[in-house]
């Protein structure tokens, strides 16, 4: 299983939203309604953002949303804040769970 | 409140061998499976294994299948990870991670400090 398709970085000036996309394949991201995005800040540990596909964990603000069209994946983080400013990984389940390559986003 | 708490890296030759820990609290530790994820500096994440609640189902990626035993004591409420032939691509932060829910690992709600490996001479 290869890792999930991300672009390395996307920016945004604080208040805009930004798009981060996931691209797979059948076989993970379009097979499985199991995808999960994780924000990094440096030398942290990873936070579920996202899970199946659009559902937020109980504390994420709803300004994090996801949602999925064929094998693609999308985060979008509406009215940016300097304290999103970290990598976002994406994953699903595809047999066992495989990772993006992960997305540096910055807030301008 | 849950927590997971790591320990056990170190640097270590290559070919050595080393036994991660991960002590979990505020939750019910038998009822969820519980995985390592490592991530190498400056790279990725990668799901290394998942063992069930039970102990009795265990997964392993292609990368660590036969050097690395992943298993869990539930009355200690503690994950381990045993690691054995060590290489320097194995150098990395392992992190413990508990899986959402169900018995299908698809998502990871809770996850620890982690705990750095270094593999040199």
């Known amino acids: 299983q290869s890792a999930l398709t991300q672009p390395p970085s996307a920016s945004g000036s604080p208040g805009q939203s930004v798009t981060i996309s996931c691209t797979g394949t059948s076989s993970d991201v379009g097979g499985y309604n199991y995808v999960s995005w994780y924000q990094q800040h440096p030398d942290k540990a990873p936070k579920l953002m996202i899970y199946?596909?659009?559902k937020r964990p109980s504390g994420v603000p709803d300004r994090f949303s996801g949602s999925k069209s064929g094998n693609t994946a999308s985060l979008i983080v509406s009215g940016l804040q300097a304290e999103d400013e970290a990598h976002y990984y994406c994953?699903?389940?595809?047999?066992?769970?495989?990772f993006g390559g992960g997305t540096k986003l910055t807030v301008l | 409140e849950v927590q997971l708490l790591e320990s056990g890296g170190g640097l270590v030759q290559p070919g050595g061998s080393l036994r991660l820990s991960c002590a979990a609290s505020g939750f019910t530790f038998s009822s969820y499976a519980v995985s390592w994820v490592r991530q190498a500096p400056g790279k990725g994440l990668e799901w290394v294994s998942t063992i069930s609640g039970s102990g009795g189902v265990t997964h392993y990626a292609d990368s660590v299948k036969g050097r690395f035993t992943i298993s869990r004591d539930n009355s200690k409420n503690t994950l381990y990870l045993q690691i054995h032939s060590l290489r320097a691509g194995d150098t990395a932060v392992y992190y413990c991670a508990k899986v959402l829910k169900g018995t299908t690992v698809t998502s990871f709600d809770y996850w620890g400090q982690g705990t750095l490996v270094t593999v040199s001479s």
């Open positions: 199946e596909v659009s």
């Open positions: 994953s699903s389940y595809a047999g066992s769970i495989i």
